[in-house]
């Protein structure tokens, strides 16, 4: 299993039935994080789950070896004409669970996996797939392995602070059961709220993940970054957050076209594109930052592209992030 969030990550919203092999095209790409939600109104999980089995199954890589995070999506954010993965009127601590156990059914497709501590509360499987059936890959002796998810985010902030610690101490439970292995937040923009959340955590109980939307209307999560960083934190123990933005590319037209990223991409022989997401893989220039670039592109070409700038040897230098920073932050 991963240690920790790898640095690129597959954001899989919005790709409806392409899902399954557009996950594959990017585990083939070099991907080895994927993100989905138990969301039907933008996601696909099941899809994801059938997408690992296959990778699996072609020997492609192994369930293990690919991070798999997904997110509790309170009331507000779901879509009530689809499936839910809770009951929308049970108290927020079970919905958190019963959501989290649906994710762990929707990921772990195939006949190796053992459930059966799962308990009474764990759901049926979201829909029903071809691929659960067949039982090619198991054997009569081999072991059957308790199901796990990397990650576990809160989706978004719930209606009051009250309900919010409820559901965040709910997943700290999750992962001290051993059915999540980090738990982290998304869309968090407030940095009061932010401390608010990290105040009543000791440091062994802090988010793993921060995944937020970077964009100028939120000036690109400038008030937050420092409190991710265990270098510039006084009070992180040393424990990084890694910072997981969306929106890099789709929010951030004017970047593409600033001269800062078009010469670093001239040299590099690089789309500007490729460039804005190394700025973001490089730590954006914020000492001690932790960063994991999350893509979701639909185009062979955009993948290898992804992959060769955030994984690649090819770095940004020190004048390149600083002006790149400088058009960004503004300083
Ligand atoms: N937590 C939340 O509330 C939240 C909200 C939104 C999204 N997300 C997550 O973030 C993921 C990414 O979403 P996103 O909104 O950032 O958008 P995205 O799906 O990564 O893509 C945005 C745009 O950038 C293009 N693109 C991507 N990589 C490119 C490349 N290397 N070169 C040129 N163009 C490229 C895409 O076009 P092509 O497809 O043509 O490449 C698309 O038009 C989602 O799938 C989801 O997992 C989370």
């Known amino acids: 299993m991963l240690a920790a969030c790898p640095p690129l990550v597959y954001g899989t919203a919005w790709k409806e039935g392409a899902t399954s092999s557009l996950v594959l095209q990017a585990l083939a790409a070099g991907f080895r994080g ?3 939600a138990a969301q039907r109104k933008h996601y696909r999980e099941h899809a994801v789950g059938e997408a690992l089995l296959a990778a699996e ?5 192994r369930r293990d070896e690919v991070w798999v995070q997904t997110k509790y999506t309170p009331i507000a954010g779901q879509d009530r004409s689809q499936p839910l993965p809770y009951s929308p009127e049970a108290p927020v601590r079970e919905q958190v669970r019963a ?4 994710s762990l059914r929707a990921l772990h497709h195939g006949s190796r996996w053992d459930f059966s501590g799962m308990g009474a509360a764990a759901p049926a499987p979201q829909a029903p797939s071809a691929v659960d059936g067949d039982k090619a890959t198991a ?3 081999e072991p059957l392995t308790r199901p796990w998810l990397d990650a576990l985010l809160l989706h978004s902030p719930l209606g009051s602070l009250e309900d919010t610690l409820e559901v965040w101490d709910e997943m700290q439970r999750l992962r001290d059961e051993g ?3 980090n738990v982290g937040f998304s869309n968090i ?8 959340l990290l105040s009543i955590q000791g440091s062994e109980r802090r988010p793993a993940l921060l995944q937020n939307r970077w964009h100028a209307s939120t000036g690109h999560d400038v008030s937050l970054l420092a409190s991710l960083s265990p270098v510039l934190s006084p009070n992180s123990g040393g424990a990084a957050v ?6 890099i590319l789709s929010g951030n037209g004017g970047l593409l076209s600033a001269p800062a990223v078009r010469s670093a991409a001239e040299r590099l022989e690089w789309t500007p594109q490729m460039v804005v997401l190394r700025f973001v893989a490089q730590g954006m220039g914020v000492g001690g930052l932790s960063t994991s670039v999350l893509c979701g592109t639909t185009n062979e070409e955009h993948m290898r592209q992804t992959v060769a700038a955030v994984l690649g040897s090819e770095e940004l230098e020190d004048g390149e992030m600083d002006a790149i ?3 960004v932050y503004g300083e």
Do not use: C, N
């Open 139 to 141: 054997s009569a002796d």
């Open 34 to 36: 994927i993100d989905t």
């Open 242 to 247: 890694t910072y997981q933005p969306f929106w």
């Open 179 to 181: 059915w999540v292995r």
């Open 99 to 102: 959501s989290a156990l649906a």
């Open 189 to 196: 923009y407030d940095a009061r709220i932010w401390d608010a």
């Open 57 to 61: 199954r072609a020997r492609l890589v």
């Open 325 to 327: 920073r400088h058009v």
